[in-house]
């Protein structure tokens, strides 16, 4: 798992421009996530992902403080100086708490974040393509007809012709070529909304 995750981080970055710091990152929150709804932890967790193995360790971090309300999250100052005396108030207390089956939930989060991550620029990519098209005419191929007008496809994506932007009497079928005229390009939740008319001037 640790090969794979850190060849395929190496390759988006090389590829798709995506750094790589931010990717360990995002997996490395998800880590947080994962080990706190697998393992029923309330603790304060840090986890660190090797650059170059992937190696993952789990910490449990807690506050320096004079009086503990919270054993999970707190730890006293008697008790944080037998760790070491350099420990002061406030200062943090870490304790290496990996579980020994959490590779293969790591492994699984590192993943599903790595295509997440895929998807994201993918999306990002289809929107800046297509927003530097806005006002050109593309060919597309319908693929679905409802209320809101016609769904076209037109290469990377799909376009929505607004039912008030066909051209009055103009009726197409599913399959059919379409050309039309790009006038808008806006980011959604799904990836990019690319708005397209026939009756512009353009």
Request: glycine share 6%; no cysteine.
């Amino acid at each position: 798992m640790n090969s794979e995750v850190i060849s395929a981080i190496a390759d988006l970055e090389k590829e798709r421009g995506i750094n790589a710091d931010i990717l360990f990152d995002a997996i490395e929150v998800a880590l947080i996530t994962a080990f706190k709804k697998n393992f029923y932890s309330n603790e304060n967790v840090r986890v660190s992902m090797d650059r170059k193995t992937g190696e993952i360790h789990v910490y449990a971090q807690r506050k320096v403080v004079d009086d503990v309300y919270d054993p999970d999250t707190e730890i006293s100052l008697a008790d944080a100086k037998e760790i070491s005396k350099k420990y002061e108030l406030d200062d943090i207390v870490e304790n290496e708490v990996t579980p020994r089956n959490f590779g293969r939930i790591a492994a699984q989060t590192a993943k599903q974040v790595v295509i997440q991550r895929i998807r994201e620029a993918e999306r990002e990519a289809t929107f800046t393509q297509y927003s530097d098209k806005d006002g050109d005419i593309v060919n597309g191929i319908v693929t679905t007809l409802d209320k809101r007008g016609l769904v076209v496809n037109i290469g990377r994506t799909e376009a929505l012709l607004p039912t008030q932007e066909l051209i009055p009497g103009e009726t197409f079928k599913i399959g059919e070529r379409i050309k039309a005229y790009i006038t808008k390009v806006e980011k959604s939740l799904k990836g990019p909304q690319v708005f397209i008319s026939r009756t512009h001037p353009g």
